[in-house]
């Protein structure tokens, strides 16, 4: 009788030790799902602190200028001389500049990107997917700054060959090879919006007797336009935002020319020969750096917000 009562005693205090380490172990969970959140919280403002941080200094150094320089002579008028007697600040040769090796980039990149993925998702068999995919997408891993200097000592001189009037610098080899790195982000893109269309959808036009190619272009490309659309924009929006594949083999001639022979400057190759150190701190040249900036931020920020509104547009749910 003795042993049986220790017995229970025993399990009675086993069993109120292990109440007690639930007790801790709910606590515990209990406080890591209230700091869990805040912590992922934390992380997530991170990015929209510093996407206000860098708008507040654009804007807060681009007062600065335009105090200097009226804003609507900087944005209309087309003569970029900033470190002559008599400087003269329009950003118009900077615009055309950056538009026109965008329009170059996107004329080689939209169509090349957009069959690729129509080979890879809806022709192409997985093993050859497995292969050809990462392939091209070791175009994404290239260094622009290899992308630049092949614009400028290859791309440049093979044109030259058979286009004598082409200039040594000029604005339309950087834009055939930034088309060439773009050509990867579209077709990733769009491969991914494609495979998102069920193939029930593919099976039931092929079954009312279309061929895969009706199917292709009828069926598939319809269903996954929003997705195809903002890989476009994105694709946009990168070759604005391109800096040394133009700052290398186009040149810094701040010409206001729609002449794609011709050396041009974009908005990211002014930024960069602005910061290499010929403005002093403090100068109206040193904060056109800043107003420039403002404008690229601008550009892209309307691209990616467009990006989002043909998304959210013309999503297709299944």
Not at 160 to 182: C, D, H, K, Q, Y
Not at 244 to 255: D, P, Q, R
Request: no cysteine; net charge neutral; glycine share 6%.
């Amino acid at each position: 009788m003795a042993k049986n009562s220790d017995s229970k005693t025993n399990n009675a205090v086993n069993v109120s030790e292990m109440i007690v380490q639930n007790k801790k172990k709910k606590s515990m969970s209990n406080l890591m799902e209230k700091l869990v959140p805040s912590f992922l919280f934390l992380l997530a403002s991170i990015t929209v602190l510093t996407t206000i941080g860098i708008l507040y200094t654009l804007l807060l150094e681009a007062i600065q200028f335009f105090k200097a320089v009226p804003i609507w002579e900087f944005f209309t008028t087309t003569e970029l001389k900033p470190l002559s007697q008599d400087p003269q600040f329009g950003v118009l040769p900077l615009i055309s500049g950056t538009l026109i090796s965008t329009v170059i980039a996107m004329i080689v990149a939209g169509p090349i990107g957009l069959m690729s993925a129509i080979y890879l998702s809806e022709y192409a068999s997985d093993k050859v997917r497995k292969v050809f995919k990462p392939l091209l997408e070791i175009l994404a891993g290239i260094p622009t700054i290899v992308y630049g200097f092949f614009a400028f000592t290859f791309v440049t001189p093979l044109i030259r060959t058979f286009w004598p009037e082409l200039g040594a610098t000029n604005i339309l080899s950087p834009g055939l090879v930034m088309g060439v790195m773009i050509i990867p982000m579209i077709a990733s893109l769009s491969e991914d919006a494609m495979n998102s269309v069920p193939n029930s959808i593919r099976e039931g036009s092929l079954a009312m007797g279309a061929t895969r190619l009706e199917t292709t272009f009828k069926v598939v490309i319809p269903a996954a336009f929003s997705g195809i659309i903002a890989s476009f924009v994105l694709g946009i929006s990168r070759a604005i935002g391109e800096t040394m594949i133009v700052t290398i083999a186009s040149g810094s001639s701040k010409n206001f020319t729609f002449d794609i022979t011709q050396s041009m400057q974009t908005m990211t190759a002014y930024i960069v020969e602005v910061s290499g150190g010929e403005a002093p701190a403090g100068s109206t040249i040193y904060y056109s750096l800043y107003a420039v900036a403002l404008t690229l931020f601008v550009f892209t920020l309307i691209m990616n917000l467009l990006a989002r509104y043909v998304s959210r547009k013309f999503r297709e749910e299944y």
